[in-house]
């Protein structure tokens, strides 16, 4: 009796095994790395400068009409006839100092505790650079620029008024100075003011005349926004504009991450300094003036300006 042959089937069973031997040796696709978690939406605070509360005043010098804050105190300043404050400057040594428009040409005072000024220096002429006090040369910058030459760049002592250079070539300045003017002349992208410590800036966007404007504080270290404030603009009662209700140019931070910004009224004809915490709450630092400097602000703030 014959037995079924069994030649054939090791191979027939080899053939079916081997492609799965060899499926085993490649190695299996990576798992999908999970998506990365969509960010976090900014918390947003949308800001009716007219219809905020009052608080307290600025911690930093600010002009409001003739009104001086300084260290925590209000002062009418007392000018002159025919001369109208206009810059607050900042403090330097312990005296506040302002600059004020004369019917011949602009004039640094010290204001006095009680608001009595001194002149310090002479008469000097600016076109469209605002005075500045550069803290880390104890210099008063002023520039004069128009189509009839080039830029005249005067610089005044602090302490004294005293004209210490005055010239049209940039490299004849102080390395501060010099530094304070090339932010002039190239400001920074939408960086409009930044802490004492550096821990914090501000940013104002205004695309394309895009409405509301804003103002969003960030953690400079991987510019986290913490915040954004979105001031609502105003109708203006002359013209078929929208003017914005902040002056994204005067904005600084006044301690930590709390910022001060210049704010106005539905007109756009009246202003106030208005105060804003990061964790939301907003309110007016200042009456209404038509009128108002912030000592330090906007990006020349934090190049060793006031």
Do not use: K
């Not at 025919?82 to 900042?90: E, I, M, Q, S, Y």
């Not at 010239?167 to 003017?181: C, M, N, Q």
Request: glycine fraction near 8%.
């Amino acid at each position: 009796m014959n037995r079924p042959s069994l030649r054939g089937r090791p191979r027939a069973a080899l053939a079916l095994l081997l492609p799965a031997a060899l499926l085993a040796l490649v190695p299996s696709p990576a798992p999908a790395a999970p998506a990365e978690p969509a960010p976090s939406p900014v918390p947003t605070t949308r800001v009716e400068v007219a219809d905020l509360p009052r608080g307290a005043a600025p911690r930093v010098d600010v002009l409001v009409g003739r009104r001086l804050v300084h260290d925590g105190r209000t002062t009418t300043v007392r000018v002159p006839a025919r001369t109208t404050p206009r810059v607050a400057l900042g403090t330097w040594r312990g005296v506040p100092l302002v600059v004020a428009t004369r019917p011949d040409g602009d004039q640094l005072y010290a204001v006095a505790r009680d608001g009595r000024v001194t002149a310090r220096g002479p008469v000097f002429q600016t076109y469209n650079y605002p005075p500045v006090l550069v803290r880390t040369s104890g210099h008063v910058l002023t520039a004069l620029a128009d189509r009839s030459g080039p830029t005249t760049y005067t610089v005044l002592d602090a302490s004294t008024g005293r004209v210490v250079v005055e010239t049209t070539d940039p490299d004849d300045l102080d390395p501060a100075d010099r530094a304070v003017l090339q932010r002039w002349q190239s400001p920074p992208r939408w960086v409009t003011a930044r802490s004492a410590s550096g821990r914090h800036d501000v940013v104002a966007r205004d695309p394309d005349g895009a409405r509301p404007a804003q103002l969003t504080v960030r953690r400079t270290e991987g510019t986290i926004a913490l915040r954004r404030f979105a001031f609502a603009p105003y109708a203006s009662t002359r013209t078929s504009e929208w003017p914005d209700s902040v002056d994204a140019a005067q904005v600084r931070m006044e301690r930590g991450s709390t910022l001060l910004a210049v704010g106005l009224d539905r007109s756009g004809e009246r202003m106030t300094v208005v105060r804003c915490r990061v964790g939301g709450r907003c309110e007016r630092a200042m009456p209404w003036a038509t009128l108002v400097s912030v000592a330090g602000a906007g990006a020349l703030g934090w190049t060793g300006a006031s």
